[in-house]
């Protein structure tokens, strides 16, 4: 156990969500410019994102076999070194290859590497720290992604005004010392566990429980409702809705950021007394709303569209700490393995929805509010899979024995 309290692990989890959202987020602020110094097409910067979270999703995938035994401490120390050498990267190697898409994919390639490890990492470790409510306490953790997000935006965007967007590698490089700093945090505080070693579920017997199936598709459904319009909330207000970049960034995923975290907190605050299937489904309900805000918002009422992003922040802001919730109640065994492949399946999510509503958009000339009304089938898949849930908690070892045979 490290020197510190059990107060100095939550906070160093905080500051790893806080890491997600710069890793996931300040790219995105700058396709637009990526788009017209280096002459890299709205595919390819679709493609960028893929890599980002394509690269998230093997982590997720590999993480479930040696979190375990390398140990949660080196893991996340190891996470935030590669988060922010992979920003320092994003500063240097655009200039540095030939190919400055090149630069662009290695950069968040390791970066991705970081992201993905926390992912995995800071959900387990909170929800194995001591705490009368853990439901609350997973939301509150989430919640400071979003405060992260609104941090990347506002404080990116008040630089770009101040010193010019042609300075944004600078930037890059003072957002990397936060995961560096985290890191050695990280050597300091206690870490817990969720289960005791050997106890918890394999990934075999997780992929052999019908159950969970049920809450990859929630977390699939919830990584492509957020971050389809997370990743091109900038380059919509700027582009689609015709508004200028500094107003863009401030009223499109600054906007978004701060209704998804409104939505954490408050959840975190009266989540006990919320029973998280109808939740979810009024959140699928509330998320279709604002992409037709969003897709279909005429550019004489542009701000319909910004209402939009306001909507999909709020109605997505559960869906994930949520369904990490929902699925830790169910299956209180499935240990690091579940919530290493719930990410997994929340990482594909990112990468599918935000990809295919970059290449839908080129495929109609550009048309980023095409691509998006393409995203209303997201919340509908997942208000569908939450109506039609039928599931009890999975918690007896007779269950959990039943679950295991055969692996």
């Keep these: 156990m490290g020197k510190l309290g059990v107060k100095h692990t939550v906070f160093a989890c905080y500051f790893g969500s806080i890491t997600q959202a710069i890793i996931n987020n300040f790219a995105p602020l700058l396709f637009v410019t990526f788009n017209t110094e280096y002459g890299i097409s709205l595919t390819l910067i679709g493609a960028m994102i893929t890599v980002n979270f394509g690269v998230q999703l093997l982590v997720d995938l590999f993480a479930s076999k040696f979190v375990d035994k390398i140990g949660y401490r080196p893991c996340m120390v190891a996470a935030h070194l590669f988060a922010g050498g992979g920003l320092l990267l994003l500063a240097f190697l655009p200039e540095v290859l030939p190919v400055p898409a090149a630069g662009l994919f290695v950069a968040?390639?390791?970066?991705?590497?970081?992201?993905?490890?926390?992912?995995?990492?800071?959900?387990?470790?909170?929800?194995a720290c001591p705490s009368e409510n853990k439901k609350s306490a997973m939301s509150l953790l989430h919640s400071f992604y979003c405060w992260g997000q609104v941090a990347v935006v506002a404080i990116s965007t008040l630089f770009f005004v101040a010193f010019g967007i042609e300075n944004w590698a600078l930037l890059a490089c003072i957002w990397a010392a936060i995961p560096l700093l985290n890191a050695v945090y990280f050597l300091f505080v206690p870490i817990f566990k969720t289960v005791e070693e050997g106890q918890g579920m394999s990934v075999t017997g997780l992929l052999k429980t019908p159950i969970f199936w049920f809450f990859v598709l929630l977390m699939l459904c919830a990584g492509s409702c957020e971050q389809a319009i997370s990743q091109w909330a900038s380059a919509f207000?700027?582009?689609?809705?015709?508004?200028?970049?500094?107003l863009g960034d401030l009223l499109g995923p600054c906007l978004f950021a701060v209704c998804m975290g409104t939505a954490r907190v408050l959840f975190a605050k009266f989540g006990s007394k919320i029973h998280i299937k109808p939740a979810l489904m009024v959140a699928a309900a509330g998320c279709a709303a604002g992409y037709a805000l969003c897709a279909f918002a005429p550019q004489s009422a542009s701000w319909l569209g910004l209402l939009?992003?306001?909507?999909?922040?709020?109605?997505?802001?559960?869906?994930?700490?949520?369904?990490?919730?929902?699925?830790?109640?169910?299956?209180?065994?499935?240990?690091?393995?579940?919530?290493?492949?719930?990410?997994?399946?929340?990482?594909?999510?990112?990468?599918?929805?935000?990809?295919?509503?970059?290449?839908?958009?080129?495929?109609?000339?550009?048309?980023?509010?095409?691509?998006i009304a393409f995203g209303l089938v997201f919340p509908a898949a997942m208000f569908i899979a939450a109506a039609l849930y039928r599931g009890k908690r999975l918690s007896s070892e007779k269950n959990i024995a039943e679950a295991e045979k055969n692996d």
């Design 108 to 127: 968040s390639s390791v970066y991705a590497v970081g992201g993905g490890l926390i992912e995995v990492l800071v959900s387990p470790v909170v929800e």
């Design 237 to 246: 207000t700027e582009s689609g809705l015709h508004v200028s970049k500094t």
């Design 308 to 371: 939009g992003c306001g909507v999909v922040g709020i109605s997505v802001g559960i869906m994930w700490p949520g369904t990490f919730s929902f699925a830790s109640g169910t299956l209180p065994k499935g240990g690091t393995a579940m919530f290493a492949l719930l990410a997994l399946a929340g990482d594909a999510g990112c990468m599918a929805g935000p990809s295919s509503v970059g290449a839908l958009a080129d495929l109609f000339g550009g048309s980023l509010q095409t691509g």
